[in-house]
Structures are given as C-alpha cells and as structure tokens.
C-alpha cells in the first residue's frame, strides 16, 4: 500500500546550518507529494508541494524536489533560522487529493 | 479566529467515559477529517466524510465514532474511553477535489489533546 518514510528525529542543528530532511514514498500512480510544519502548539500547516516529477515546491527558503526515479522528496534549506524550530512531515497525496498518507515526523531543534 | 476550531483543547477523562470532540469550519469545505497523532507514529486517518450523507472509515477507526451535523461541523466520539486512546487529535478540512482553486491542502485544527487514565 502507498506509504512515506522519513528520518527519524530530532535533528538538532545550529542557526545558519544547512538542513536536510530525507523522505521516501511508495505510491501506485502519480501522487502529489507536500511538506506540512507543526509549531509547538499548533496544528500542522502546509510548507510546501509538488505535484508531478521534477517539480521543486519552495516557501520561506525551503525547497524539495520531486524525483520519481529515486521516489524521494527531501526538504532542504540552506540556512536554518531558530523560529525554524518544528516537527516537519512528510506526505502525499493520490486519487486526486482524494487520500493522505502522512510519515512520522521529524523534530527540527536550531539552537542560537 | 481560526477558521478550522477544535473543542475542547485538552481534555482528562477516566476509563469508560464517554468522550466528544468537536469540530467546525468556516472555510466552506465539504470534505473534513479526523487525525490522531502520537509520537514516533505520525498521523493516522480515523474518519472522513466528503459531505454531510457521507461517512467513511480510515485506517483506525475502532473505538471511535463519528457525525458530520452539518458542512461546517463534524465531531468524533469515543463511546467508551481506553488508555491508549491517549493521544492529540487533529481535525482538517479540504476542498472537493475538482474545482480549479483546490489546491490539495489540508487544513488543520489546533488539536486536541486527550488523557485517558
């Protein structure tokens, strides 16, 4: 069954340091694939999506590609901020946003 | 105020209670959901409803039950509460599927918190 798998936390790292989340999908078809952020506190909110192969999503410096060949879609981002401090999750979408699949989640910890 | 509000934020209860949360939008989405989230295990669909005659199972939905009251409200119940029902549960709305706007976004609630000793 469709499924997404993504590193397991917390990643702990410095402000200014380069950030990469790694998540992989298993899917049937062409699923839509998206970034959720959750703030201490809140419900998760939408960061990011692509939606077909070779798209790259991007907001607020982050950015993942979508790469069907290797079924991946990696959040990246070049300089990470303290109020980047989250749980990241990875998902994706198919039957035309008709179905969600959610992975674990990964803690982001930038310390100052 | 929120446009996808959850009730109550955090609730305690004790075995065997019978326990309702609350869900309502003001986004106009016919389609809303319910999450559970614990740690380690992401968020796990436990019921779906695409409008108001509609309901649907997800991948975890025994122990719970569910009643869409209206477009804009849809609750869930735990009948008889258990311990490992402890968890945060997320309500969400989307659009319908085929209209030009929708974007395939989730819209989510501030959640609520469940304890059940």
């Known amino acids: 069954g469709d499924s997404v798998t993504q590193m397991e936390g917390p990643v702990t790292l410095s402000e200014e340091a380069c950030l990469t989340i790694n998540c992989t999908y298993t899917a049937t078809g062409y699923p839509s694939l998206f970034w959720y952020v959750q703030y201490p506190g809140e419900g998760l909110q939408l960061l990011l999506k692509a939606t077909k192969a070779d798209d790259k999503g991007s907001n607020k410096g982050f950015e993942a590609t979508y790469r069907k060949e290797t079924t991946s879609f990696h959040l990246e981002k070049g300089s990470v901020q303290v109020s980047d401090s989250a749980v990241y999750f990875c998902?994706?979408?198919?039957?035309?946003?008709?179905?969600?699949?959610f992975g674990s989640g990964t803690k982001l910890n930038v310390k100052p | 105020d929120a446009d996808v509000t959850q009730t109550p934020r955090n609730r305690i209860t004790k075995t065997g209670k019978r326990i309702m949360l609350e869900c309502s939008q003001t986004?106009?989405?016919?389609?809303m959901y319910w999450y559970r989230q614990d740690p380690g295990l992401g968020l796990r669909l436990i019921y779906y409803s695409f409008d108001v005659k509609d309901i649907n199972k997800g991948e975890i939905s025994d122990g719970y039950s569910v009643s869409r009251q209206a477009q804009a409200k849809f609750s869930l119940s735990l009948e008889s509460a258990i311990p490992n029902q402890t968890a945060l549960y997320f309500c969400?709305?989307?659009?319908?599927?085929?209209?030009?706007?929708?974007?395939?976004?989730?819209?989510f609630g501030e959640g609520s918190r469940l304890t059940v000793l």
């Open positions: 998902a994706l979408s198919r039957d035309n946003f008709n179905k969600f699949y």
């Open positions: 986004k106009g989405h016919d389609r």
């Open positions: 969400a709305t989307s659009d319908f599927p085929g209209l030009a706007r929708n974007t395939g976004e989730l819209f």
